[in-house]
């Protein structure tokens, strides 16, 4: 069960790269973000205030600022980028391994932002994951398809979105909000910004073609309820090491979606440059455990504060 859960995971969140190319044909990206995020706020606010009322009443107003601010980060300032990019025409799968490097970064800059210790061999990680990247974006620019180069750094715009959001949740003293609260504030935060800046470039009408809400439905269905839901279930059965492993197979998965279903490129080089991104995951892994594993008298280390400390446990909204 447990390895068809993982499967059904990878391929739900890997869906939201595929659902944005779907869609990047039929309408700008702001338009698909409008109309995938109107119907969900609608939802799940709904929802919440009919299963988790008393969580709404114990919301501060502090709490709910920190929340729309790392809603407005870590899905309208990292989403955005992701539909742009594509909309740009950079492949999904390098738009996937780009942004799927946050942790590695995040893990980096551990150190100076929260004071917790990075190993030499996280570094050796995010200098494997580096390299993946460029190889990666490398292949994906020169196979001529005609994107200006400048649309390669749009993903990681989006990446570091996810990095502030990351350190603004872990910094905050609050972690009593409930998930569903949580996603509910960022999504709703989501409905706003997109709705208001489709409606200020003229771009909220939705087109009447078939094809648009089918990108819409499935980025509904398949990505938010599929992909976080799945994150959630899997997080409760078998912790934050296991899920974050998971997402780091997202990139290839997207890679070979994108080529079979667009045809996008997928060579050599494009499989080396995953290859060392997958590398560059174990790599760091191991460094994750080897600190774990030697906590000092100056700062003990137990396994519990570690998972809900470390920015490598970063959470989707």
């Known amino acids: 069960m447990n390895v068809l859960l993982s499967l059904a995971f990878v391929l739900a969140w890997s869906s939201g790269f595929i659902g944005a190319k779907l869609g990047?044909?039929?309408?700008?990206?702001?338009?698909?973000?409008m109309w995938r995020f109107l119907p969900l706020a609608l939802v799940l606010g709904i929802?919440?205030?009919?299963?988790?009322?008393?969580?709404?009443?114990?919301?501060?107003?502090?709490?709910?600022?920190?929340?729309?601010?790392?809603?407005?980060?870590?899905?309208?300032?990292?989403?955005?980028?992701?539909?742009y990019a594509i909309e740009l025409?950079?492949?999904?799968?390098?738009?996937?391994?780009?942004?799927?490097?946050?942790?590695?970064?995040?893990?980096?800059?551990a150190g100076p932002l929260l004071g917790l210790p990075v190993s030499r061999t996280q570094w050796v990680?995010?200098?494997?994951?580096?390299?993946?990247?460029?190889?990666?974006?490398?292949?994906?620019?020169?196979?001529?398809?005609?994107?200006?180069?400048?649309?390669?750094?749009?993903p990681f715009v989006g990446m570091l979105c996810l990095v502030a959001a990351t350190f603004l949740d872990r910094r905050s003293s609050g972690g009593d909000v409930s998930p569903m609260v949580s996603m509910t504030i960022h999504v709703g935060t989501s409905a706003v910004a997109f709705t208001a800046l489709a409606a200020g470039t003229g771009a909220a009408?939705?087109?009447?073609?078939?094809?648009?809400?089918?990108?819409?439905?499935?980025?509904?269905?398949?990505?938010?309820?599929?992909?976080?839901?799945?994150?959630?279930?899997?997080?409760?059965?078998?912790?934050?090491?296991?899920?974050n492993?998971?997402?780091?197979?997202?990139?290839?998965v997207t890679a070979v979606w994108g080529a079979l279903m667009f045809g996008e490129p997928f060579?050599?080089?494009?499989?080396?440059?995953?290859?060392?991104?997958?590398?560059a995951v174990a790599v760091v892994h191991h460094g994750d455990r080897q600190g774990r594993g030697r906590p000092t008298a100056r700062h003990p280390v137990s396994c519990e504060t570690d998972r809900s400390t470390s920015p490598w446990s970063h959470r989707p909204s």
């Open 24 to 33: 990047a044909g039929t309408a700008p990206a702001v338009t698909l973000l």
């Open 245 to 252: 492993a998971l997402m780091f197979l997202m990139a290839p």
């Open 89 to 109: 025409g950079v492949s999904s799968g390098t738009t996937a391994l780009i942004d799927g490097t946050q942790p590695l970064v995040a893990g980096a800059l």
């Open 267 to 279: 060579g050599v080089q494009t499989a080396a440059g995953l290859t060392l991104g997958l590398l």
């Open 125 to 154: 990680g995010l200098g494997l994951g580096v390299t993946g990247v460029g190889i990666v974006t490398a292949a994906d620019a020169g196979a001529g398809t005609g994107t200006e180069w400048w649309a390669y750094l749009v």
């Open 47 to 83: 929802a919440t205030l009919a299963v988790a009322r008393a969580s709404w009443r114990t919301l501060t107003p502090r709490d709910v600022v920190r929340q729309v601010a790392v809603g407005a980060l870590s899905q309208s300032g990292y989403l955005f980028t992701v539909y």
């Open 205 to 243: 009408t939705p087109p009447a073609s078939a094809s648009f809400w089918t990108a819409v439905a499935w980025l509904v269905i398949l990505s938010t309820f599929g992909g976080y839901g799945l994150y959630w279930l899997i997080l409760r059965r078998s912790g934050v090491t296991k899920v």
